[in-house]
């Protein structure tokens, strides 16, 4: 029987649109006790207005996930209003139209990586002593595809992801006698506001048949339902037409 989700505390970084924002919506729909963070407060605002429409809470804080700073500050402001935090969804992502290796310069690579690995450890980073001091805790992570096999999404883009899995093995690895799991799911294509960074958007007959990022927010909520004795370290989920 699935574990509830009611009343656990839930931190979802990457939180304003995408993955990220069904995420922290489906749950709170499910009971949790969810703060949604990301860099565009209005984003955030958007999504808790959205919410109380259907009689749900959610709590905001903006923040830049490449801060290692604010990334401390939203852990230890999570707590303070939240409580303890049972459940981390890393869903903070980009990418960028220059990707190819003729157009990649030190500074995109240094943003992209920044955002989409180092912020992954800063968070962990973050919310990691505490959960190792309750014996639980569920790190999920948001990767890629492009993390698994070789595509066009980019050099800086599939190292990133590629980190993105060896950090979540890794710290499985080291941690899960601390009763710690980690769940790195890799989605294929998605249709949310990162393809508009793509050098050439997919068609709309190509993203009639994509992924929509309810899919991918039910998957972590699957993933974050189930017992404490099961973990599910890694995992794809792609549209079905692939
Ligand atoms: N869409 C796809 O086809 C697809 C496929 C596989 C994997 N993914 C991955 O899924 C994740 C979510 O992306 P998405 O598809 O949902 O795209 P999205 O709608 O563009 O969402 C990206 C999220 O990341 C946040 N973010 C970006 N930079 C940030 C920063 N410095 N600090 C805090 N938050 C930051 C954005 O919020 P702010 O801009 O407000 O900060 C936004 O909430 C990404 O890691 C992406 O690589 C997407």
Request: hydrophobic letters at 45%.
């Amino acid at each position: 029987m699935p574990v509830t989700i009611e009343n656990q505390v839930v931190l979802v970084v990457g939180a304003s649109s995408g993955i990220g924002r069904e995420t922290a919506a489906l749950f709170a729909r499910e009971g949790a006790r969810v703060m949604a963070s990301a860099r565009r407060q209005e984003r955030l605002r958007e999504l808790q207005e959205s919410l109380a429409r259907e009689g749900r809470t959610l709590e905001t804080l903006a923040a830049d996930a490449a801060d290692a700073s604010q990334m401390e500050h939203l852990a230890e402001r999570t707590r303070e209003r939240l409580g303890e935090i049972d459940v981390l969804v890393f869903a903070a992502g980009t990418n960028v139209p220059d990707r190819s290796m003729k157009r990649l310069t030190t500074d995109i690579w240094d943003m992209v990586v920044t955002v989409n690995l180092n912020a992954a450890y800063y968070i962990t980073r973050a919310v990691l002593p505490a959960m190792r001091a309750r014996g639980a805790g569920h790190l999920i992570y948001i990767a890629s595809v492009s993390g698994l096999f070789a595509d066009v999404s980019g050099a800086a883009y599939q190292a990133s992801k590629r980190g993105l899995l060896g950090l979540a093995h890794a710290i499985r690895v080291e941690e899960k006698e601390n009763g710690i799991r980690t769940c790195v799911i890799c989605p294929g294509l998605v249709d949310t506001e990162i393809l508009d960074r793509r050098p050439v958007k997919p068609s709309a007959e190509t993203l009639a048949k994509a992924l929509r990022p309810e899919d991918v927010a039910e998957t972590a909520l699957a993933v974050a339902k189930l017992p404490a004795r099961a973990c599910v370290p890694e995992m794809q989920v792609v549209p079905t037409y692939l």
